[in-house]
């Protein structure tokens, strides 16, 4: 089926230290979603990006939906130790409106 | 963003029981709700997809008769786990589709906890 690939796996970092984390496809999509899951919870959406090339600021976030279609990145900046969770990608592959996602990045923040 | 409910969110049953898991949402009509079932630090694994008025598209894999999914109004799908069994045990987590710019997004559930003893 189809895949995204979601890189890093997981990441330890310092509070107050910028994050990146990026998604890529060999499929092109037509949207792309960025969410967060806390322990025990559902998927929080974060930002939605629906146009090749679009960047998108959340308050200390911002993705971009890459110009071929295929990739997406998720920055975070001056993380703190709410940020802390899984962050998952998902696509939507063009004509579709079921959703594929990354295996997701767990993000760990010591202050 | 939308707001989508879940109930119960937490739920223990002996094997052999059916379990009904119910997905809402609050503030709009969703005509395509999704269902998913997630394993420990995995990623999300869709299992169907609910159209409300008509049955439901289940993935390759997923016993349509073993998780029976009724969407029967335009903010409520349910799933129900027939006979669960151990294995069955899992988070279950639905969403439904928002359509912002024209372009279907999915808004998730709280999600609910099984456990079949």
């Known amino acids: 089926g189809q895949q995204l690939n979601q890189s890093p796996q997981s990441m330890f970092i310092q509070e107050g230290e910028d994050v990146s984390m990026n998604c890529t496809s060999s499929?092109?999509?037509?949207?792309w979603l960025w969410y967060k899951q806390d322990p025990g919870e559902g998927p929080v959406l974060l930002i939605a990006?629906?146009?090749?090339?679009e960047l998108t600021s959340n308050g200390r976030l911002t993705a971009q939906f890459g110009i071929t279609r295929k990739d997406s990145f998720l920055n975070i900046s001056a993380s703190i130790p709410s940020d802390v969770g899984i962050y998952f990608c998902?696509?939507?592959?063009?004509?579709?409106?079921?959703?594929?996602f990354g295996a997701g990045t767990i993000l760990r923040v010591k202050s | 963003g939308a707001v989508v409910s879940q109930h119960p969110s937490r739920v223990i049953c002996k094997s052999g029981t059916s379990v009904k898991i119910e997905c809402r949402s609050l503030?709009?009509?969703?005509?395509?709700m999704f269902w998913y079932r997630q394993f420990p630090k995995k990623s999300l694994m869709l299992m169907a997809t609910?159209?409300?008025?008509?049955?439901?598209?289940?993935e390759q894999g997923v016993e349509k008769d073993k998780f029976l999914i009724n969407h029967a109004s335009l903010t409520l799908s349910t799933l129900t786990v027939t006979s669960a069994h151990p294995e069955d045990s899992s988070f279950y987590i639905c969403?439904?589709?928002?359509?912002?710019?024209?372009?279907?997004?999915?808004?998730f559930g709280p999600g609910t906890r099984l456990t079949v003893l």
């Open positions: 609910s159209n409300e008025g008509s049955k439901a598209t289940y």
């Open positions: 998902a696509g939507q592959l063009i004509g579709g409106n079921k959703l594929v």
């Open positions: 990006l629906y146009k090749a090339g």
């Open positions: 969403s439904a589709g928002g359509r912002e710019r024209g372009t279907d997004t999915q808004y």
């Open positions: 503030d709009f009509q969703a005509t395509t």
């Open positions: 499929s092109i999509f037509n949207t």
